[in-house]
């Protein structure tokens, strides 16, 4: 029993004692086999503060609460994996993961040890780039604007870090680079055509886009894109042919077929819908011939086309190809049409040449340099019938020749097509016909041959007809640059080559026998980006055996210019008080450099608080709201930088000027309200205070000016007066006449700005002393240092403590007063010689006190109560005198406003009742903020305790805001 005690008594001071406690930290990764050791605490505890010494002491371990991830040897310390850690699978996320555990660890002392054990669990690239579906459709419009941009799915891998940083690529199906891909943010994925799609040529797409993370090695996810592309109407109806020409007879019937037009659109649907019509022209066309709108088969109407009625042998119109787009976007071609109206005949044409420069009848020779154009003999084409049948439009026609002849049926003349060559073709066999247009059609032919005489016109020629290459600006001398070649039928006698450059040339030069031109001096982009050369190649012949051919060289750019600012320097102007994000004005820089080495962007060459650049406008914009009384001008320097690798740079000083703008109210350095104290027998023109309030503004808006108005009961303003620019304060007339009393005022300080005026004002109360009154007197509560501001404590200071030991001794005498007669009030008369009985006084509600004090004069009003009430009990004291236990009686003396009762006035002009009410308004705020910053009391009813009595000698001066002031 004793034991089980023991046992008892142990467990309870072991639960009562405070158990150790500590943090280590051990880590592993993800994805390790179950059983994987983790950390030992045995060894972990070496750098424990307050840990067991286990390798010392036997210690157990066990777990607080069991998790599925963990545990912990019972006598080893050892921490492994219950199973396989999935990072993404933790509840807690991040990089590394931290899992706390936490632990008890029993060794020889009693107090088990506690432990909490921060396991980072770190990530492996075990995920793999996901898209949420294998693939997805979207459909595009052919018209679609180059950048514009369709949402695609993502991948989403849900490792961290590289692991899970994803890029995409399309693999496959992109024809031509008609895509690419874009992501914004990580998290959105574009897809956005690279060029003008075209649905004629490619309707569809199917693009395979592979994702892969950053991990080592990568892992890769695959997504396909079904894209369509839908029609736009973008194509205009083509007609098969270029023109329409048809033969008709006069007496053709009524809906005689003429011909069919045709015209095709490859757009879809109704955009490749044609339907046609028909615009007339030429006396009325319309009446001989109409068209099916939608097989575009023309015909004839009703109306004849007899030749000897109408005199007319053919008729032209057009016919228009409309597609079915939209009203806006509809497309329409048009085509000519051509009928001749063929007359009746039976006579066949004859046919007359004469060759140039002679020849047999139906032979001639010709050199093989003839010049095009060149007259070759004379065609006559005549129509023997006569009467109605004869026909003047005989139509001519020339076969072979193989197009190097020409003949022309208007001037009957047959000349040389195109340049003859003996070494080519040496004879031409060519048959001349005449059709008349009778019905049917008569023709006659006519059989000659041309011989084709040698000349030595064999030329040069170049491999090329034209000729291009590319060399970087600021490239080295002699650096080759493209090669001409050229070949030569001719004899090797006149096939010896030399090339040359036509004209001057400064950058480069050709080696006359191999054609490499080469680098003469190097080559400035900026100056000319492409040089055209003119190269040709003499066979030692004629000058015309010297063709040439255009050599153009691109000229490459080289990151050789800086940024130059338009100007040496920038100055701007702004008005203060703009909000953030004003702007201020703009640089501008250009680079003389091509692409990216000319991409000028700026930037502050040291940031400050108050401006910014935008990086690619240069526009300058404020930061915060500038103020110009806080500073006036900022001068900082831009710099502008260029796209090139290295980056070449420029600089420009930029200053901002800061204008001034009346936003500040006068403000006085005395606080509300001023007190000043004169005397009646103050003359005219005497000066009384100085009011000062200061404007930071500048100009107008900065100079100030004062005005005066009168409050109730001070109703005129013929008494004071004060200086608009000097703020003093003055009297206008002698105040012998005057009712001494306090006047009060509100002074009014007004900027002059122009736009938006602005004031404050200031409470302003003079008191009218009688003579041999303490005068001269200002008080408020001014923040200033001057000797007057002193003099004027030191006063405040002096009356202050006479005030101070008046009281006191009032206070000692009517103790004494009451402890030995508790109806002192009842003699008051007697005490205070010669005045009143109280007992009188105490009949009215309300009754005067006067004592005359020199020229002053002090009115306490007096309340007693009046019924006196007899004590309730007695006791008596040691002397035998019976001390009443409650006072019998309430004696209370009050201080009055002084000078309510004695105010009189003259007749003065009232201020405006709205001007009055508003200033009353205004000097009471700053009357009421004023005094409660500074403690003053000012209202104009105060309330003093009879025992607040001066002593004999001493005058007490009572102002409206309540402050007493006493001058012996």
Same mark, same amino acid.
């Given at each position: ?19 150790s406690?500590?943090t280590?930290t051990?880590?592993t ?12 605490l ?10 067991p010494?286990?390798?010392?002491v ?5 777990l607080?609460?069991?998790?599925p ?7 080893s ?7 396989s ?6 509840a807690?996320q991040?990089?590394p993961v931290?899992?706390?555990?936490a ?16 396991v ?15 693939m ?30 994803v ?5 496959s199906?992109?024809?031509?680079g008609?895509f ?21 040529t ?14 080592q ?15 736009a109407n ?9 023109v329409?020409n048809?033969q008709?007879?006069e007496? =053709? +019937?009524? /809906?005689?077929? $003429?011909?069919? @037009?045709?015209?095709? #659109? %490859? &757009?879809? !649907? ?7 019509s ?28 007899d ?16 597609d ?7 497309k ?35 050199w093989?340099? =003839? +010049?095009? /154009?060149?007259? $070759?003999?004379? @065609?006559s084409?005549? #129509? %023997? &019938?006569? !009467?109605?049948?004869r ?48 019905n ?12 084709v005489l040698?000349?030595?016109d064999?030329?040069?020629t ?12 600021n ?24 090339y ?7 950058w ?11 680098v ?20 030692g012949?004629?000058a ?5 051919v ?49 991409v ?26 500038l103020?110009?009384?806080?500073q006036v ?13 290295p ?5 420009v ?34 000066s ?17 000016s ?6 109730p ?7 004071f007066?004060?200086n608009?620019?000097t ?8 105040l ?20 938006d ?13 009688p ?78 006190v ?40 309430k004696?209370?003396i009050f ?13 003065r ?6 001007d ?26 105060v ?26």
């Amino acid at each position: 029993m004793k034991f089980v005690g023991s046992l008892l008594f142990l467990f309870v001071s072991m639960l009562s004692r405070p158990c150790s406690a500590s943090t280590v930290t051990c880590q592993t990764r993800e994805n390790l086999p179950p059983n994987s050791a983790v950390c030992n605490l045995i060894s972990l505890f070496n750098d424990v503060p307050g840990a067991p010494n286990c390798s010392l002491v036997t210690c157990t371990f066990s777990l607080i609460q069991q998790g599925p991830d963990f545990a912990v040897a019972l006598s080893s310390g050892v921490i492994s994996t219950l199973r396989s850690l999935d990072r993404e699978a933790l509840a807690v996320q991040g990089d590394p993961v931290t899992v706390s555990l936490a632990l008890l660890v029993m060794h020889g002392a009693l107090v088990p040890f506690h432990v909490t054990v921060d396991v980072l669990v770190y990530d492996e690239n075990d995920e793999t780039p996901t898209f949420q579906s294998p693939m997805e459709s979207i459909s595009l419009k052919e018209d679609a604007v180059v950048g514009s941009r369709s949402f695609v799915q993502r991948a989403v891998d849900r490792d961290a870090g590289q692991n899970g940083n994803v890029t995409y690529k399309i693999e496959s199906g992109n024809k031509d680079g008609a895509f690419k891909l874009i992501v914004v943010n990580k998290d959105l994925l574009y897809l956005t055509p690279a060029k003008s799609l075209d649905r004629e040529t490619t309707d569809h797409y199917l693009l395979n886009i592979s994702a892969h993370d950053h991990g080592q090695p990568p892992l890769w996810g695959f997504h396909l894109i079904n894209v369509t592309i839908l029609d736009a109407n973008d194509h205009f109806p083509q007609f098969t042919k270029k023109v329409y020409n048809k033969q008709l007879q006069e007496n =053709a +019937p009524a /809906g005689t077929f $003429l011909l069919q @037009v045709s015209a095709v #659109d %490859p &757009d879809l !649907g109704a955009h490749g819908l044609v339907t046609y019509s028909i615009r007339n022209e030429l006396r009325g066309p319309e009446l001989h011939f109409t068209i099916d709108a939608d097989t575009g088969v023309v015909r004839t109407t009703s109306l004849s086309f007899d030749y000897e009625t109408l005199k007319r042998n053919f008729y032209i119109f057009w016919v228009f190809a409309n597609d079915n787009g939209s009203a806006s976007d509809m497309k329409s071609s048009e085509i000519e049409v051509t009928v001749h109206i063929d007359d009746v005949n039976d006579e066949r044409p004859e046919i007359e040449i004469t060759f140039y420069p002679g020849g047999k009848p139906q032979e001639v020779s010709v050199w093989e340099d =003839a +010049p095009v /154009g060149g007259l $070759l003999a004379d @065609v006559s084409l005549k #129509d %023997p &019938d006569r !009467g109605s049948a004869r026909r003047t439009n005989i139509t001519g026609k020339l076969k072979g020749g193989d197009g190097f002849f020409r003949y022309n049926p208007h001037s009957g003349t047959l000349t040389l097509a195109k340049t003859l060559d003996y070494e080519t073709q040496k004879l031409f066999r060519m048959t001349m016909v005449a059709c008349d247009n009778g019905n049917p059609p008569l023709t006659s032919e006519f059989n000659f041959t041309v011989e084709v005489l040698d000349r030595n016109d064999n030329r040069p020629t170049f491999n090329r007809p034209v000729y291009s290459g590319q060399v970087a600006e600021n490239s080295p001398v002699g650096e080759q640059v493209v090669r001409v070649q050229a070949s030569d039928k001719d004899e090797r006698s006149k096939s010896e080559l030399v090339y040359s450059i036509v004209g001057e040339t400064d950058w480069f030069t050709i080696n006359s026998t191999s054609g490499w031109i080469s680098v003469a001096s190097p080559p400035d982009r900026e100056m000319m980006e492409v040089v055209t050369l003119v190269v040709q190649v003499d066979d030692g012949g004629s000058a015309s055996l010297s063709p040439k051919v255009n050599v153009t060289i691109h000229i490459t750019d080289e990151n050789d210019m800086h940024p130059v600012f338009d100007s040496n320097a920038y100055n701007f102007n702004t008005a203060e008080g703009r909000e953030t994000g004003s702007i201020i004005g703009q640089v501008k820089a250009s680079d003389r450099d091509f692409g990216q080495n000319g991409v000028v962007r700026y930037e502050l060459k040291r940031q400050n608080a108050y401006f910014g650049v935008y990086s690619e406008t240069g526009i300058i914009w404020a930061k915060t709201a500038l103020d110009y009384e806080h500073q006036v001008e900022y001068t900082f320097d831009v710099v502008a930088s260029d796209g090139g690798v290295p980056s070449l740079q420029a600089s420009v000083t930029v200053t901002v000027t800061v204008e001034d703008q009346n936003d500040n109210s006068p403000t006085f350095i005395q606080r509300s309200p001023v007190y000043v104290t004169t005397s009646q027998l103050a003359g005219s023109d005497k000066s009384l205070v100085a009011l000062t309030a200061n404007d930071p503004d500048t100009g107008e808006g900065g100079r100030v000016s004062y005005s005066i108005f009168p409050l109730p009961p001070s109703k005129d303003l013929d008494l004071f007066g004060i200086n608009s620019k000097t703020g003093v304060v003055s009297t206008l007339h002698s105040l012998v006449h005057v009712t001494p009393m306090n006047y009060s005022f509100v002074v009014r300080a007004r900027d002059n700005g122009a736009d938006d005026q602005r004031s404050s004002t200031i409470k302003l109360i003079i008191q009218v002393d009688p003579p041999g009154g303490h005068t001269g007197t200002v008080s408020s509560d001014v923040g200033s240092d001057s000797g007057d501001s002193i003099d004027n404590m030191f006063v405040i200071l002096v009356v202050v403590l006479v005030v101070l030991i008046a009281i006191f001794v009032t206070a000692i005498i009517l103790f004494v007063l009451r402890t030995r007669n508790p109806r002192f009030c009842a003699r008051l008369g007697d005490i205070e010689k010669g005045k009143p009985d109280l007992k009188s006084i105490a009949r009215r509600s309300s009754s005067r006190v006067q004592f005359a004090n020199q020229d002053d004069i002090l009115e306490y009003p007096v309340q007693i109560d009046e019924e006196e009430k007899e004590p309730t009990t007695e006791r008596a004291d040691p002397d035998g005198e019976n001390t009443p236990d409650k006072e019998t009686e309430k004696c209370e003396i009050f201080v009055n406003k002084g000078a309510e009762d004695l105010n009189s006035s003259r007749s003065r002009k009232p201020l405006q009742v709205s001007d009055e009410q508003e200033l009353q308004k205004e000097a009471d705020e700053d009357s009421d903020s004023e005094s409660t910053d500074s403690g003053h009391h000012t209202s104009d009813s105060v309330t003093t305790p009879s025992s607040i009595r001066s002593p004999p000698g001493v005058k007490d001066t009572l102002h409206e805001d309540g402050k007493l002031t006493s001058h012996v």
